[in-house]
């Protein structure tokens, strides 16, 4: 299994650029069920889980291709409705194929998803609203069974903003005879880029990124071409690389409205942090001070940067509370920060984080969940001697030749095959 080697203590200094986002990619490749064709899409990026939901799309009779960056599905009349656990074990957001199976098949056959690192990632928010649509299913050996006579529109309410069943929904909706409303919608950058491709496609859409969104059914959709947006967590998670080595590092190819909470978190914190159309920027800082923090729903502080924040905090000035309020356990990353000499107190859902410049010493640590690995990657750039994050296959869930982007801003860090 591959690991990476970083040698901390290098400032990094330059400019680089963020990818395509993952989490608005993914579903929208499972959107292209919706209409047989060719989809195009630029701006993708070259990562494990796109991979896996290339092998999906593939398994369902789809033809897939790769290259720069640039995604071509081509839908072909269906092979099956099954989407196979040993597909689906691989990535969660596999359950993202229910809706645009039961809206185009009127049948779908998912494994379930299973849990992960961070919780137990449950889907009863997407098998309810869809079972408010006219949707029969049952649980069978480990699979979700679900058939539909058609698809009707129906005001939906979640108890929580989920983002996957949000997308679930929208994309099932599409299709649906009459008007869906989804109240107490997810509002994620990705939930409207995905709402724009269904739009391109001829859906009827209206408040994707508020928290209510109508859906009126058509008959039908047909393939377009579409940029997948900037990859938010990417763009946020190398702001802080060059913040935490007290270095100037500017992102590209991004946009800053997506990552606010953060850029104010760190402009609180005593960073220069400068927000352009399309990047954002900080300047050398070597002071920061602690400042607490807490995930919630867009547009509050992104759980998906709870972990790196976390190690920026070890830097600071004072103590912080970071408090993690979307997934039941994400904290794998603390565990392998006190092994690093992180002066970290960790609770269920809130973790004390005792700032001490200086304080991290390399080691070998263990990558556990995709934003933890990123976390352990950022730690060791600033730790005194040699940190070797192992099991980094985790880290290619999500970010494209990350190692490529830090040591061309000047940090020491290699893949070791
Ligand atoms: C999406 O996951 C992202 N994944 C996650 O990013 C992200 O952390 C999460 O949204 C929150 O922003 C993709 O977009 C592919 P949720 P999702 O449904 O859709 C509970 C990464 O690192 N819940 O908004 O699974 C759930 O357990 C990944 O890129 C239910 O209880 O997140 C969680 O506690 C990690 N029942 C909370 O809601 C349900 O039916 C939020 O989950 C669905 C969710």
């Not at 999906?56 to 656990?85: M, P, Q, R, W």
């Not at 009827?204 to 959709?221: P, W």
């Not at 600033?382 to 040591?407: C, M, P």
Request: charged residues 20%.
């Amino acid at each position: 299994m591959d690991k990476m080697k970083i040698i901390g203590g290098k400032k990094l200094n330059g400019e680089v650029s963020a990818g395509g986002a993952k989490n608005a990619a993914l579903p929208i490749l499972f959107s292209t069920l919706l209409a047989d064709g060719e989809h195009v899409f630029t701006n993708v990026p070259d990562l494990r889980d796109i991979k896996s939901a290339m092998l999906l799309l593939d398994s369902f009779g789809c033809e897939t291709h790769f290259a720069n960056n640039t995604l071509k599905v081509k839908v072909n009349k269906i092979k099956t409705i099954e989407a196979h656990y040993d597909l689906v074990r691989k990535m969660r957001a596999s359950i993202l194929c229910l809706g645009p199976l039961l809206a185009r098949h009127k049948k779908a056959k998912v494994s379930l998803p299973g849990g992960c690192a961070i919780g137990s990632r449950p889907i009863n928010y997407h098998l309810d609203a869809l079972t408010l649509l006219k949707t029969e299913h049952r649980i069978e050996s480990g699979y979700v069974v679900a058939e539909t006579t058609g698809l009707v529109g129906d005001r939906v309410i979640f108890d929580m903003p989920s983002v996957g069943a949000t997308e679930n929904i929208m994309m099932a909706a599409s299709l649906a005879k009459g008007v869906t409303i989804i109240e107490n919608a997810a509002k994620e950058p990705e939930i409207v880029d995905l709402a724009d491709y269904l739009i391109k496609m001829g859906a009827n859409i209206e408040g994707a990124g508020t928290s209510i969104i109508k859906i009126t059914g058509v008959d039908s959709l047909s393939p377009a071409e579409h940029s997948i947006i900037p990859d938010r967590i990417e763009a946020g998670t190398l702001l802080i690389a060059g913040a935490i080595t007290g270095g100037s590092v500017k992102v590209n190819n991004c946009d800053p409205t997506h990552i606010e909470a953060l850029i104010a978190k760190m402009r609180e914190s005593g960073f220069n942090i400068e927000a352009g159309a399309d990047f954002v920027s900080v300047t050398e800082t070597s002071n920061w001070k602690a400042i607490d923090v807490t995930t919630a729903p867009h547009p509050a502080f992104p759980t998906d940067l709870q972990a790196q924040y976390m190690v920026l905090m070890t830097q600071a000035e004072g103590s912080s509370i970071v408090t993690e309020t979307i997934f039941e356990n994400r904290f794998m990353h603390v565990q392998e920060l006190l092994r690093m000499g992180a002066e970290l107190s960790p609770k269920t859902r809130v973790c004390i984080v005792r700032g001490k410049k200086g304080g991290l010493n390399g080691a070998p640590v263990m990558a556990t969940d995709l934003r933890a690995s990123a976390s352990l990657v950022l730690a060791g750039l600033v730790a005194e001697g040699e940190t070797v994050v192992n099991r980094i296959y985790h880290l290619d869930r999500g970010y494209e030749k990350l190692e490529d982007k830090l040591s061309n801003l000047g940090a020491s860090i290699q893949r070791i095959e």
